[in-house]
């Protein structure tokens, strides 16, 4: 019997909350000070460490790249020319428009990046449809054709010359910034296209700002120290066909996220030698195959770099593939397998994930390839899967709203007696070290419940047990 003790919906039961938790009774918890409580800390996206440096440092790299593009190249003396009637205002004055002039590019592209990623789950849904993504990949390749040669890229010359419009004072340099995309779209577009794609499918906002912004920097930066300092402009190279094979090098970035879109159609093994496949083409058509020539020195040593570059990539994505350790030895989800862990007193993971989802295959060729994951979940658990690829299973349906999963990757942690661990529950890309973490904590749990159920067990069957002169007293009467 529940005694009301007079709080609102409180009330005391006389064995206990777990007996009243073991019989299924209605209950709710709160923290007493929910200021003093801090969330749980977000699991990082699929970007992270060392991966995200690179990454950011490629995009930069790409954002400088693009300057050298037939649309952008022009723009350095228009830049130089403006900044140019600002320099009798001072240094300082001089700064400030070209931090304006960066600013306005930022935000274009940094609004783009977010807009892409808020879409994120829509994107991720869609993406579940071999159709689509076999569509993305097809406009990436055809973008890629434009940066080749086969067609072009124009924007209507009213748009253009609107975009190119020239302002006085901050607003002015405001202005450039914020429409030099619409300039340069002819040559910028693609590749942005290819990147807005790629932050969609992550669904990270903060993840789509940081990587635009990162790509405005590249695009921009060149421009406003050359308008800073423009005496060094007769230091560049001059235009020529030079130019052209920027372009085809920004082609095979785009067939390279074509691949990169395509490869949940293959088996896992097929992705490492597509993407290198992609490599090997582009590294020798840029660095041998093309016959683009310049008149500038270094040029030579560039398109040979390039392809070399492009023959290492291939290496090491192959030889990464060659030496991955045995993953995890996944099961799929049954009542009778969860039914086994429970006798067998074994805590239960289930990742929910989807060949689709980025972070699902990033957990799946770095975390649970991991051979301390491994050599850990092998001895103290039983791992089960669940595959969300593919929609309309009555079965994971069920799954999905009995645990209350929003998105993937979702792993729960489940106690030997069958019930989850919410605290332990992850959302995300998780690395090796902080997923081991985790499997420490359930592990942790799993040993204090196992006292517990041994106590009470230890306990029941010393009240259940006669004293031990009653006992005697019974074993001599059996006797007579």
């Not at 290496?315 to 996944?330: D, Y």
Request: hydrophobic content about 50%; some cysteine; glycine content about 12%.
């Amino acid at each position: 019997m529940a005694v009301q003790l007079g709080y609102r919906n409180v009330y005391r039961y006389p064995q206990g909350y777990p007996e009243w938790q073991a019989k299924g009774l209605p209950a709710e918890s709160a923290p007493l000070d929910p200021t003093k409580i801090s969330a749980e800390p977000k699991a990082p996206g699929a970007l992270h460490g060392w991966a995200m440096i690179w990454t950011l440092l490629a995009i930069f790299g790409g954002g400088l790249a693009l300057n050298l593009t037939p649309c952008v190249y022009p723009l350095i003396p228009i830049t130089v020319s403006y900044f140019g009637t600002k320099t009798g205002r001072g240094r300082d004055k001089l700064a400030i428009h070209g931090l304006l002039y960066l600013a306005g590019l930022s935000a274009t592209n940094s609004a783009l990046g977010v807009a892409a990623a808020l879409t994120g789950g829509l994107m991720g849904a869609a993406l579940q449809h071999p159709v689509v993504l076999v569509v993305v990949a097809t406009v990436l390749v055809l973008f890629a054709a434009g940066l080749f040669g086969f067609w072009e890229l124009r924007l209507p010359d009213r748009l253009t010359r609107a975009a190119s419009k020239s302002y006085s004072g901050y607003f002015g340099s405001l202005f450039m910034g914020l429409t030099l995309g619409v300039v340069a779209a002819p040559c910028v577009g693609p590749f942005v296209l290819g990147l807005l794609t790629w932050v969609a499918s992550m669904g990270s906002p903060w993840l789509g700002f940081l990587v635009f912004f990162t790509l405005s920097l590249g695009l921009g930066l060149p421009l406003l120290l050359l308008g800073m300092f423009s005496g060094s402009l007769d230091k560049l190279p001059g235009s020529g066909e030079w130019m052209l094979w920027v372009k085809k090098l920004m082609g095979w970035v785009l067939i390279g996220m074509a691949a990169y879109f395509v490869r949940p159609l293959f088996p896992n093994a097929v992705g490492p030698f597509l993407l290198a496949a992609v490599a090997v083409a582009g590294g020798l058509h840029l660095g041998w195959l093309d016959h683009t020539k310049s008149a500038f020195r270094g040029f030579r040593w560039l398109r040979t770099g390039t392809g070399l570059a492009g023959l290492a990539t291939a290496a090491f994505l192959i030889g990464s593939w060659a030496i991955i350790g045995p993953g995890i030895f996944w099961q799929p989800y049954s009542d009778q397998l969860l039914a086994e862990a429970k006798k067998a007193g074994k805590p239960v993971i289930i990742d929910f994930s989807a060949t689709w989802c980025t972070p699902c295959r990033e957990l799946d060729e770095v975390t649970f390839h991991d051979p301390r994951v491994v050599k850990r979940a092998e001895r103290y658990f039983v791992m089960v899967k669940v595959d969300l690829t593919s929609a309309g299973d009555a079965g994971n349906e069920r799954l999905v709203v009995q645990y209350g999963i929003k998105g993937v990757p979702t792993i729960v942690f489940l106690d030997s007696q069958g019930q989850e661990q919410p605290d332990l529950r992850l959302s995300g890309f998780l690395t090796p070290d902080r997923f081991l973490k985790r499997m420490a904590q359930a592990r942790q749990a799993h040993a204090v419940d196992f006292r517990k159920r041994t106590a009470n067990e230890a306990a029941k069957k010393h009240v259940e047990s006669p004293p031990f002169h009653k006992r005697v007293l019974r074993k001599a009467l059996e006797t007579l």
